[in-house]
């Protein structure tokens, strides 16, 4: 059917080619009935193409329960809403059919549902070679984020997780954790100016996805953008493209690449690509030039004699540039600007809405607050300064049980898709054909009464070692699991430990007085802002 898509695109644009070009002379009338004629005959055959796959697929998915339909060609269209009814809707699907049914969206895709850690596992396990991610989820990032790690597949794949995995390594994510300090020194100044002035009730991921882009920005690019101060058309570029995302998500006739380059949002889309590509791209370049005129910046602070020396860390770029395969080859600026753009992608939002949930479900548990803050002030006592550490994270136990937890119960990424190339068998002796969606839902799995007794509990005790030691692996995935899980989780875990403690350290937070509705988008938001009091404390004395 790619195949007929593409031939269709390149008849329509054809046609209009050609009409804008035809001579007074030319039979204008029978040119038009040749072709309509085409058009038809290969919408026809497009036609008869999805029947045929939907019908394949159905014989082929009668091991999986499946869900009632609106009829036989509609299936579940329409079903599948990002509201909170949307997400009560799988809390039932998930007590209905215990671990996976079967999903049609229309005759178009045919998707499996997988919501229990025994049948998620064989697919998240499954070998790289194997796994490709489709487009129905993915393919509306690609113009935005390039062949980037995010969206290849195969040997392409595996060279660029080579290249980035050492960008990931521990002894880097020390130097981002003063970063992390940074930024939420800003974002907190901000609230005692804001709270002073009256305003205590704040929008948490307003002010928390900007904290998160400034970080970012200082980690990937080395870049002071001021944005938690100031906005820039970079910042506003990004809001702009994860808006339209989802928006073209959720109109079926968008998803045809011909019609949605055409429309007001394709153009939109454009615009805000070229704003960010343009950014990145003069970014590496500069950083390339100044690699080959300066060398090599350090990877670490270096510590002599008790002090520090000043030196240029090496951000997320010089390590890209920096890096090399088996071969000795890098990455070429295409590379690198697809690299940078998929990290700040995938690390404001997601990073921001672990964050805010977190503060959420802190402000409604006063107990475990006050637990956390305990925790935190305790290691900071006797302390110069009241910025936190890299080794300071891990004694962090229970304030590490309380994010899990958030993880948990309000998962940022509500669910992966995979395809594979091979068949894929998963418990029960079902058999997942080959091309089928298979819908991982984080949610659903995180809420499944079968793994987590009262799912819709927070109860940090959950995480407690003696209370996970007996859990499957698979229970608990915010970050996927397998080969292509998510590679920045422990730059995002660092992150959420440093601003969880340091807020909790310095504001008092209760509920801000408004129903909260829950809104999975790409990362999941509440509908009309998370909104919480702020209350300042006084830095305890020593």
Not at 137 to 153: D, K, M
Not at 347 to 358: K, L
Not at 405 to 433: F, M, N, Q, W
Not at 454 to 468: G, I, K, L, T
């Amino acid at each position: 059917m790619a195949v007929i898509d593409a031939v269709l695109d390149r008849l329509l644009d054809g046609l209009l080619a050609l009409g804008r070009l035809l001579s007074p002379l030319c039979s204008l009338f029978v040119l038009l009935q040749l072709s309509a004629l085409v058009v038809l005959l290969l919408l026809s055959l497009r036609v008869v193409c999805l029947l045929w796959s939907h019908a394949q697929f159905t014989r082929r998915l009668r091991c999986f329960s499946k869900p009632p339909t609106q009829n036989w060609l509609m299936g579940h269209l329409g079903e599948m809403r990002s509201t909170e009814e949307g997400l009560q809707a799988v809390d039932q699907m998930v007590r209905t059919y215990s671990h996976s049914c079967s999903w049609f969206l229309g005759p178009f895709y045919s998707l499996v549902r997988l919501f229990h850690p025994d049948y998620i596992k064989p697919l998240l396990l499954a070998p790289a070679s194997i796994t490709v991610k489709d487009e129905l989820f993915y393919g509306f990032l690609r113009p935005w984020l390039g062949q980037s790690l995010l969206l290849s597949n195969g040997e392409d794949w595996s060279r660029r997780r080579r290249l980035l995995t050492p960008a990931f390594h521990f002894d880097i994510l020390k130097n981002y954790v003063k970063i992390f300090n940074h930024s939420s020194n800003i974002m907190h100044s901000k609230w005692r100016h804001l709270v002073a002035e009256g305003e205590s009730r704040q929008d948490m991921f307003s002010h928390i996805s900007l904290m998160t882009l400034d970080s970012l920005l200082r980690c990937t690019f080395s870049y002071n953008s001021n944005c938690q101060e100031s906005s820039s058309e970079y910042i506003a570029a990004i809001f702009e493209l994860s808006t339209l995302v989802i928006e073209r998500r959720g109109r079926i006739l968008h998803h045809w690449d011909w019609l949605y380059w055409r429309s007001p949002e394709g153009q939109r889309f454009k615009q805000a690509c070229n704003v960010v590509h343009r950014f990145t791209r003069t970014v590496v370049q500069e950083r390339r030039a100044q690699l080959l005129h300066q060398g090599e910046p350090e990877s670490h602070t270096d510590t002599t004699g008790g002090e520090e020396k000043r030196k240029r860390v090496a951000d997320f770029i010089d390590l890209l540039l920096l890096s090399k395969d088996e071969e000795g080859h890098g990455l070429t600026d295409e590379e690198i600007k697809a690299e940078a753009d998929t990290f700040m992608f995938g690390g404001h939002d997601t990073t921001a809405s672990g964050i805010s949930w977190v503060l959420y479900n802190l402000s409604q548990h006063q107990d475990y607050q006050d637990r956390c803050r305990a925790e935190v002030n305790d290691l900071l006592q006797d302390r110069e300064t009241e910025d936190l550490d890299w080794e300071d994270l891990s004694s962090l136990p229970f304030t590490t049980m309380c994010i899990k937890e958030s993880l948990r119960l309000h998962s940022p990424v509500s669910a992966v898709t995979r395809r594979y190339t091979k068949d894929i068998t998963v418990p029960g002796g079902r058999v997942i054909p080959q091309g089928s969606i298979c819908l991982v839902s984080i949610y659903g799995t995180h809420h499944n009464p079968e793994i987590w007794p009262d799912p819709d509990v927070y109860n940090p005790m959950r995480f407690d070692p003696e209370n996970s030691k007996d859990r499957s692996s698979h229970a608990f995935i915010p970050f996927s699991s397998g080969p292509r899980n998510c590679i920045g989780q422990k730059f995002a875990m660092a992150e959420l430990r440093v601003v969880v403690a340091l807020t909790l350290r310095r504001f008092h937070l209760t509920p801000g007085g408004v129903e909260v509705r829950r809104l999975p988008q790409l990362v999941l938001r509440a509908e009309g802002g998370l909104w919480l009091t702020l209350e300042t404390l006084d830095t305890p004395q020593d």
